[in-house]
């Protein structure tokens, strides 16, 4: 075929310019084409007399639908009761209706899915993938387990011992361990967000009644959202939501409020006897989702540790060898955000990693990122912009965090162009309006006896209350 | 899942490691893959240095997604250099002589792209999405380190900190780390090629040296072993055509070394006790020897899991969980490396739960025993074979629909690099078609027998990690 007859007359070309060159290469980068534009694809939606939200995204090719169900429930509203909106979120999972979940199992899994629910900081998420063709079915199962559950007695007490022994795993992951400190330190002990774990005999403590308790002030259509994503029949679908959703209680409304993030200076160094790594998070209070300011921090975090092309990740892991996986990001919280600096170290490399983390930091502070590094950033967030929406799971997520932040409706549309607009000069400001060193909080899990010491007489951590 | 980069905290994308559907093109959305199956048009070609080449055009998104397979992976990596492939997968980021500054992998981000690499038990592969205006500027990256790698001693010895590092923070300092996915099968097969530490005994890794990666370089990473995919929004006339300009000319590279990773039927069960020290729960896992890949009894097996471990409704879920609360979860499934499609050689069935305390292993692996069995006793009913079949259907189609494309270009590649025939895509529903009850009793007496099953043991340790160099004599010493 013509591919050969071409592929000759290049071989000869090539071995014509460069002889004698085993595999010669073509050694000039190719030019890169006008970008082609990316458009979100177009949603609709309506709401229900009780208050449900209900958005539809038509999109993608493949045969099944997603379906999300977001309610403003979760651990957010656990006031001092840690975990309960995850107790009640599980025991969601066990019948709806007078049925048993075998037999809602059965059914969804004959569809193609299953029912999972997921709770968060601020949203329980209720969801099933199915096969185009069940959706609306879908739709009646889901309804039931948000709105009917059976909270049957007799399955409370193994469902309540499945998260002590799921809390037990984690906090032996040094990970959780450091999560757990870091934001008791953010938010003190006094609300939610300062309060990822709960206490084994805590937890021990609930009851079904206060699950009920949770259930009845906090679940209602007045506090969800509804999103249905993939090839689905819209009117089949529009249909089956308002049947099925149209009797649940509007609710009370969203009562807890959010919390802002302190910060330090305050170290925590807890001891990991005989790790090999260090498990660090470093990290600052920063501004609201909605903020002027954010798409710059946005831009500020690829630069400094968000991106596997980052100063932070080009320093301490390609450079030196300290660490496969560090990175930061921006926290977004009702009342603001952190950023978070993490990573696990080699023990023995833990002040060294931390001298050049601090470096990093202060020389962004000091020196306005050269041109075409920012360039690269703001190229790249752009790119990853479009991976992040080209999905069903990705365009729910983000417009579920669009909507509970109560953002403007052109926000993802703006996206991009926001982006773009940060000045190299708002980079190094965001490094030096949001992370001051001497007010940063750290937290350390690592072997104490290896690292204490060097760690104790780094400067930064001199001038911190430090915490052992 | 062992891959060069890690995904990031607070960042969406790359959590979303599965991809586009957007690989019908215009037309098929009018006929939905239910109605008479997944097509996915494609165009494979071979080029004369051996490369393999699988173009799928489609223009839903604007964005391009390239992938190179190479046939090398964990399973086939030279004896007594144990973690080599994955070593080799985090150097080949190192630059290469067209390319040596910025690296590979910042010259796809400063494009707005992203790239990964990953080692699997029969590849090694690298992966990545661009806008699709700079798919010929990734082309000619990927093409420049498949021809001159820079592999120097610089890059070797902190790649190999870096790697030692990830070891670390997945298994050594990590409860659970490991033992379904690299003891498991160290004590299930017989074959030094099944049944060696895949991540690499720390004491092998120190061992390695630079010319070893030259040689494994010019033995494994030849077009001749290779398979590039290429998918998205481009014309597949002019890329085809400028894959020839910039692989065409790359040497095929010497034979392959003619490996044999067979294993030997198993006779009798094997049991194995391993200790944890981070666990603070005992665990208990299970491993069956599976029917060769392509078979209808592997067809079925897919389904059996589908029954036994995944979603709401499996049966040992039910069972130890729901039933009597055990643990909280039954995991496992077929080749906790990747997916029933990505192989090619022996593998395993496993399932695992993490239990309390009070629990005798033996009561765990009674009750595993009694939901196996019923598989054993009689035919499942027609209900139970079309829910495992919708099931899988929708897993598998979900992961067309991801943005990246990642999910659709891994089983074109798979299907090149080890059938020949990436247009098997297209043709795998008909291998669940032929699935019955009664092939679902047969595959189930044959293969979940008692003999050809491993059990593993967790025992919860002190909490003190063991210490790296004391690991690696313990496991060499296996």
């Known amino acids: 075929m013509s591919i050969r007859i071409f592929q000759a007359a290049l071989t000869a070309a090539s071995l014509a310019l460069l002889p004698g060159l085993a595999g010669a290469q073509v050694s000039e980068q190719p030019p890169i084409g006008d970008p082609v534009p990316f458009e979100l694809p177009e949603t609709t939606g309506f709401t229900l007399d009780n208050g449900l939200e209900v958005t539809f995204i038509p999109f993608g090719l493949a045969p099944t639908v997603n379906i999300s169900l977001q309610v403003r429930a979760a651990n957010i509203d656990d006031g001092s009761q840690t975990f309960l909106a995850d107790l009640t979120g599980a025991m969601l999972e066990e019948g709806s209706a007078g049925r048993s979940s075998d037999v809602i199992a059965t059914e969804i899994a004959a569809m193609g899915g299953a029912l999972n629910v997921g709770v968060g900081r ?23 387990l948000a709105l009917r559950p059976n909270f049957d007695d007799s399955e409370f007490e193994r469902v309540r011992a499945n998260l002590v022994r799921d809390v037990d795993v984690q906090r032996a992951q040094p990970g959780s361990i450091a999560t757990e400190a870091y934001a008791r330190i953010l938010f003190g002990p006094d609300h939610p967000y300062g309060n990822t774990l709960p206490g084994e005999e805590q937890l021990r403590g609930y009851e079904l009644s206060d699950v009920q308790a949770f259930y009845a002030t906090n679940y209602g259509a007045g506090r969800a959202r509804l999103y249905v994503a993939g090839h689905f029949d819209a009117a089949a679908m529009e249909a089956a939501i308002r049947d099925a959703f149209g009797a649940w209680a509007t609710g009370d409304a969203d009562a807890a409020a959010g919390a802002p993030a302190s910060g330090g200076p305050i170290v925590q160094l807890i001891d990991r006897p005989g790790a090999p790594q260090t498990t660090i998070r470093l990290g600052f209070p920063a501004m609201a989702i909605g903020a002027d300011d954010a798409p710059a921090m946005t831009v500020m975090n690829a630069l400094l540790g968000g991106s596997f092309t980052s100063r932070l990740t080009r320093n301490l892991r390609e450079d030196k060898g300290y660490t496969y996986s560090p990175g930061s990001g921006v926290t977004w919280t009702m009342e603001g955000g952190y950023w978070t600096f ?8 833990t002040a060294a990693a931390l001298r050049e983390t601090f470096g990093e930091i202060t020389r962004l502070q000091s020196e306005t990122p050269p041109a075409d590094e920012a360039d690269g950033m703001r190229n790249w967030l752009a790119g990853i912009f479009i991976l992040q929406n080209a999905s069903t799971g990705g365009l729910i997520g983000q417009l579920g965090q669009r909507d509970l932040y109560g953002l403007p409706d052109d926000y993802l549309d703006q996206y991009v162009p926001n982006i773009l607009a940060v000045s190299d000069e708002d980079i190094s400001r965001m490094a030096r309006d949001y992370l001051p060193l001497d007010q940063m909080v750290l937290v350390l899990v690592g072997d104490l006896a290896v690292i204490g010491d060097d760690v104790r007489a780094l400067p930064e951590v001199a001038a911190a209350e430090v915490r052992e | 899942m062992i891959s060069a980069f890690r995904s990031l905290a607070g960042f969406a994308l790359l959590l979303c490691a599965g991809l586009c559907a957007s690989l019908c093109v215009a037309p098929v959305m009018a006929q939905p893959a239910t109605d008479d199956g997944l097509h996915i048009p494609l165009r494979y070609e071979r080029l004369d240095n051996g490369l393999r080449v699988v173009l ?17 992976g964990y399973r086939n990596e030279p004896r007594g250099m144990t973690g080599f492939a994955h070593l080799f997968e985090h150097l080949f980021f190192a630059g290469s002589d067209n390319l040596p500054e910025p690296v590979f992998y910042y010259y796809i981000s400063n494009m707005g792209g992203i790239a990964n690499g990953s080692t699997r038990l029969d590849f090694t592969n690298y992966f990545g999405v661009v806008p699709a205006n700079a798919l010929d500027a990734y082309l000619w990256a990927e093409a420049d380190r498949m021809a001159t790698p820079t592999i120097n001693l610089q890059n070797f010895q902190r ?7 990830e070891i670390f923070v997945n298994v050594i300092n990590q409860p659970y780390g490991d033992w379904t996915w690299i003891d498991l099968p160290m004590v299930a097969n017989e074959n030094w090629h099944n049944a060696h530490n895949f991540y690499g005994d720390l004491s092998d890794l120190d061992a390695a040296t630079v010319a070893d990666a030259r040689a494994f370089f010019e033995q494994y990473y030849t077009p001749r072993n290779a398979v590039l995919v290429v998918a998205g929004s481009f014309d597949s006339d002019d890329t085809l055509a400028t894959i020839n300009r910039f692989f065409g000319d790359i040497p095929a590279g010497p034979d392959l070394p003619d490996i044999d990773v067979s294993e030997p039927p198993q006779r009798a069960e094997k049991h194995s006790v391993m200790t944890d020290p981070l666990a603070t729960l005992p ?35 039910r069972r130890l969980v729901d039933d009597l609360g055990y643990g909280t979860a039954v995991s496992g499934g077929i080749n906790l490396l990747g997916n029933v499609f990505n192989y090619d050689g022996p593998m395993l069935w496993t399932a695992s739960i993490i239990h309390d305390d009070a629990i005798a292993p033996d009561a765990v692996l009674g009750e595993f025993d009694t939901v196996i069995e019923a598989l054993r006793q009689e035919p499942v009913s027609a209900e139970t074979l079309a829910s495992a079949r919708s099931k899988f259907l929708t897993e598998f189609y979900s992961q067309l629909d991801y943005s990246t494309r990642f999910g659709v270009v891994d089983l074109l590649a798979s299907f090149a690099l080890f059938d020949d025939d990436p247009g098997r895509i297209n043709r795998i529903e008909d291998g669940f078609e032929q699935v019955t009850p009664d092939l679902i009793l047969e595959t189930a007496r044959t293969w979940l027998r008692p003999e050809n099953r491993t059990v593993l043991e967790l025992v919860p340790g002190d909490g003190r990690p063991v210490a790296a160099s004391a690991r690696s004599a313990e496991e060499a010493g296996q």
Not at chain 2, 159 to 165: F, H, K, P
Request: net charge negative; glycine share 8%; proline share 4%.
């Open chain 1, 122 to 144: 601020h949203t329980t998420n209720i969801s099933t993938g199915v096969l185009s063709q069940y959706g609306p079915d879908a739709v009646a199962l889901l309804a039931d």
């Open chain 2, 56 to 72: 799928a055009e489609d223009h839903t998104v604007p964005t391009a997604t390239v992938a190179v397979y190479y046939g090398v």
């Open chain 1, 342 to 349: 993490n990573a696990d170290v080699t023990a023995a490399d």
């Open chain 2, 159 to 165: 790649e190999r900190d870096v790697v030692r590092n």
């Open chain 2, 283 to 317: 665990g208990l896992a299970i491993a069956y020897h599976m029917p060769e890949r392509g078979t209808p009894e592997y067809f079925a097996m897919i389904l059996i899991d589908q029954i036994l471990v995944r979603g709401g409704n499996a049966r040992l879920r």
